[in-house]
């Protein structure tokens, strides 16, 4: 790993004579006769000097800009509106751990320190949030702007606000006065570096005061980047304009409950109570079901891996470890961000009591009091996205500024909001919103083309109305979104009651109120107890099942609520000793409830059941033997290909150089890997010639769909999809002889000749890429904020899911954004990571100290005790009140 270098001030021999004609030493220099070439000569050395003296200027001017935002780490800061003393300690890593006397204090220094490392990306998360980009950047960002502001998440994050109770909102309002504080004295500039950027641009701009509806309007962002299926909802009404309901079958099959693992905990409530999540829920009796045989499932998938956009979350129990206590990990896979979307803090009262009931560490969002992943004093848990559907699209018959409902018209609702533009004039934007949520086509490309064709084709785009329900005869067609995130939720107030949990009953209380996004969440406490819970606001469905745009004129297809929290999948101390959720099935098809046809296809799940059940059946589990898992990247279809060429005659010199990497390959997509890169390629060009290089293509979004997929094709010779005229083939063994020659081609063309210097990682190359001007197109800019490309193994679909998309090239995209594992015999002994570091500036110590081990797959220590929170500081920051 390196960052930007600096500049070398001085490349010259110190007695070189300058222009006066002394040397650099103080020596006179010789008197010359200078010919007509050597008087140019000087006369442009006098110009590169004056150059280099201005960049030079330039540089001093850079480097005070650069350092006169980073954050105050010793000494006193007196800061209005603080009760008490607070102290902030931080390790080397610049990890802060803040302890106060009260919740308010600790809340407010957390503020405070959030905006000292963070600043720049709290501001563009709001501006996003609120569909604002345009004041920041111009009119470039209207679209975005405009489909932000359609959704209203600032809106629905300011009822959010609202509805807390006085505890509560005293957290997030104590927590914007340590923002606010922090801004009193940091602005332009002095807060970080991109105003100083973007007063190139925008030289108006001022920072605004943070609020609570800032901080909460995030977590609607986190949900929208976690929603679900939205994507295969509009993929496959796209396709049904240009292919068969049989076809489409096809390419989205269901889960493979047969072979992938699933574990279905079902809670059966004591007879003649109804169930209360308010409730004291030790009384539940849990009953357990087992769908298939996680060994044998493990087994018939040849050490199957998974899907690369998710996350992976497990827990053992202490009787598979060798210290007798659970053991945690955790990874969520998030795009690729610089900085990370996560920032490692500790947050501790002095004195744990009601009234501060904190004593908590983990991963926190800058811009969010708390800690969304971590652990405390008694209680750890993990996320990963649950891949639930809550989100449907309806197909609405609109005239003018009403829509059909039941066979009446009805007012739409409307509203007009006003977008400032940096630079421009503003814009009147008009939302319209059914029953079912705002219109959305007119806004993208895909949405409109569904509200554009619904109708025709080779299947219709959209479930067919029921019979009550036929489609009116007058009016447009509109696309509107309906999403669990649009209404008003609880998830605000969840994180302070996990943060403070005690219990399995504290815990399952603080995930009836984690509503969107949907996570899987599981749970060790050191008592020995492991669990998992299913949260969310799950909808009830009506007619259809949300895996097509429905008919919006029907009321038959309206959502008939949720599914109530006591009857949500949940576990607790099963005989296994383990629970793996990684985005796959948590039910079968005997559940109550229709949940998604779109899970994650199983194959990391099963990855990871294989390898807790090998290392168990050597010995106990160690914090070693969690990571090593995390580090897995063994690639399923990479080797399910291996073992179908063996069976096919490659005669083409090149085809066979290539495959023959494939004969002893172990299947790991390693960085240093030859074969790994040829097999990642091949798999990318199989792909595209089954499916995209066609003249009616299908998507290529979704990796481990297409792993069962294909793995289903290469079963079936005689299926249509291995003719492809377009690519010049007409079966199964012509088709994969094919890709296998124009994978060595591809190759060749990206890491030359040889195979020997072929390696997957510099193919599969990660760019730390900031998410505002990181992206700008401007060079020089983007090379203050970025760094990379650096080289990374694993892939999509694979226990290290470093995701990368078919069809494109191979950088990866999306990433394990953070690795822990949680030791709950000791907590000092746990270990975590993430992609980059504390810090957002640019050029600070840690902006990216993390990311070498990120890259290497290591953890470093977490210190949680005082002890050891003691031995690991390195600078200590102590706020006092000011009056």
């Known amino acids: 790993m390196s960052d930007v270098s600096h500049a070398h001030l001085s490349t010259d021999d110190p007695a070189a004579p300058d222009a006066t004609g002394t040397a650099a030493d103080g020596t006179p220099a010789p008197r010359r006769r200078r010919s007509v070439g050597r008087t140019i000569g000087a006369w442009v050395f006098g110009i590169v000097a004056g150059v280099t003296v201005l960049a030079l200027i330039a540089a001093g001017i850079l480097l005070y800009t650069v350092q006169r935002s980073f954050p105050q780490l010793e000494g006193t800061v007196e800061l209005p509106g603080l009760g008490a003393e607070v102290s902030v300690m931080r390790d080397e890593l610049g990890i802060p751990t803040i302890v106060a006397d009260s919740s308010a204090d600790l809340f407010y220094a957390q503020g405070y320190v959030h905006a000292q490392d963070r600043f720049w990306e709290m501001d ?13 950047f111009g009119e470039s960002q209207l679209g975005t702007d405009r489909f932000l502001r359609t959704l209203g998440w600032h809106e629905i994050a300011a009822q959010e606000v609202e ?15 340590g923002v606010n504080a922090y801004l009193a004295d940091h602005s332009g500039s002095a807060a970080s570096l991109e105003y100083a950027v973007l007063g190139l641009q925008n030289p108006g701009y001022e920072i605004e005061r943070w609020t609570a509806v800032d901080s909460v309007a995030w977590l609607k962002a986190m949900a929208w980047d976690l929603r679900g299926n939205i994507e295969d909802e509009t993929a496959r009404a796209l396709l049904a304009q240009t292919h068969t309901p049989e076809q489409i079958a096809e390419l989205y099959p269901g889960y493979p409950y047969d072979t992938n693992p699933v574990i279905v905990p079902v809670i059966t409530p004591p007879a003649g109570d109804a169930a209360d999540t308010d409730a004291d829920t030790a009384s539940l009796r849990l009953d357990w079901k087992e769908v298939g045989s996680v060994i044998e499932a493990a087994s018939a998938l040849l050490g199957g891996v998974g899907e690369g956009v998710g996350s992976n979350s497990w827990v053992v129990s202490g009787a598979l470890t060798e210290s007798g206590l659970p053991l945690l990990s955790n990874d969520p896979h998030l795009g690729a961000s610089m900085p990370s979307v996560w920032y490692q803090v500790g947050l501790r009262c002095r004195t744990v009591s009601e009234e501060c009931p904190f004593d908590v560490a983990g991963f926190s969002f800058s811009g969010m009091p708390g800690v969304i992943i971590g652990h405390n004093a008694t209680v ?7 891949t639930t559907d809550v989100t449907d699209l309806y197909l609405e018959k609109v005239e003018g500024d009403s829509y059909w409902r039941d066979g009446e018209l009805v007012p739409l609702d409307v509203r007009t909001e006003t977008i400032e533009v940096a630079g421009g004039a503003s814009e009147e934007l008009v939302i319209r919103s059914t029953v079912h949520g705002p219109i959305v086509s007119g806004l993208t490309g895909d949405f409109t083309a569904i509200a554009d064709d619904p109708y025709t084709g080779e299947t219709d785009a959209v479930t067919a109305p029921s019979e009550s329900g036929d489609v009116p005869a007058t009016g447009e067609y509109a696309v509107s979104l309906q999403w669990t995130a649009l209404q008003p939720g609880t998830t605000a107030r969840a994180l302070f009651a996990l943060n403070t949990a005690a219990s399995i009953e504290d815990f399952r209380a603080a995930a009836s109120l984690f509503d969107v996004p949907a996570q899987n969440l599981v749970y060790a406490d050191t008592a020995g107890n492991i669990g998992y819970q299913t949260p969310g606001r799950l909808p009830i469905r009506g007619a259809g099942d949300g895996s097509m745009p429905q008919p919006g004129w029907d009321s038959a297809y309206d959502w008939q609520g949720f599914i109530p929290f006591d009857e949500l999948p949940m576990a607790f101390n099963p005989e296994s000793g383990y629970i793996v959720t990684a985005n796959n099935a948590i039910v079968d098809e005997d559940y109550e409830y229709f949940l998604t046809n779109d899970w994650d296809y199983g194959w990391r799940a099963a990855r990871i059941v294989h390898l807790i059940e090998r290392a168990a059946a050597g010995g106990k589990l160690t914090a070693d033997d969690m990571s090593a898992i995390q580090a897995d990247d063994e690639f399923w279809i990479g080797k399910r290909l291996a073992a179908a060429f063996a069976d096919v005659e490659v005669e083409g010199e090149e085809a ?177 990571n993430h992609l980059t570091g504390a810090s957002g500036h640019a050029f600070h110590p840690n902006y990216t100290d993390q990311f070498a081990a990120w890259q290497e797959k290591r953890q470093t220590p977490w210190a949680f005790t005082p002890d050891a929170v003691a031995a690991a500081t390195t600078h200590t920051l102590t706020l006092t009140p000011a009056d």
């Not at 990379?788 to 226990?799: E, H, R, T």
Request: proline content about 3%.
């Open 124 to 136: 563009f998360r709001r501006h996003v949030t609120a569909g604002r980009l345009s004041e920041l």
């Open 163 to 177: 509805a807390l109770d006085e505890r509560e909102r005293g957290y997030y309002e104590a927590y914007a006065d």
């Open 380 to 386: 750890a848990w993990g996320f990963t996205n649950l």
């Open 656 to 832: 066979r150089a290539g495959v023959a990497l494939l004969e002893q390959w172990d299947a790991q997509s390693t960085a240093d890997s030859a074969a790994a890169a040829y097999a990642n390629v091949l798999w990318d060009e199989l792909a595209q010639n089954l499916f995209s290089r066609r003249e009616a293509p299908a998507s290529l979004a979704g990796q481990g769909r297409l792993f069962l997929v294909v793995d289903r094709l290469l079963d079936d010779p005689a299926s249509d999809w291995w003719g492809n005229d377009d690519v010049g083939v007409s079966g199964r063994d012509e088709m994969l002889v094919r890709s296998a020659e124009d994978a060595y081609k591809r190759l060749v063309k990206l890491q030359g000749d040889n195979p020997a210097r072929w390696n997957w990682g510099s193919l599969h190359a990660l760019t730390l890429t900031n998410g505002s001007f990181g992206e700008s197109g401007i060079a020089p800019i983007e090379m203050l904020f970025n760094r990379g490309p650096f080289p990374v193994s694993g892939g999509a679909s694979v226990v290290d899911a470093t995701g990368w998309a078919l069809g494109e090239d191979f950088s990866t995209s999306t990433v394990p954004s953070m690795r822990m594992t949680i030791d709950l015999s000791d907590l000092d002994a746990s270990r975590w």
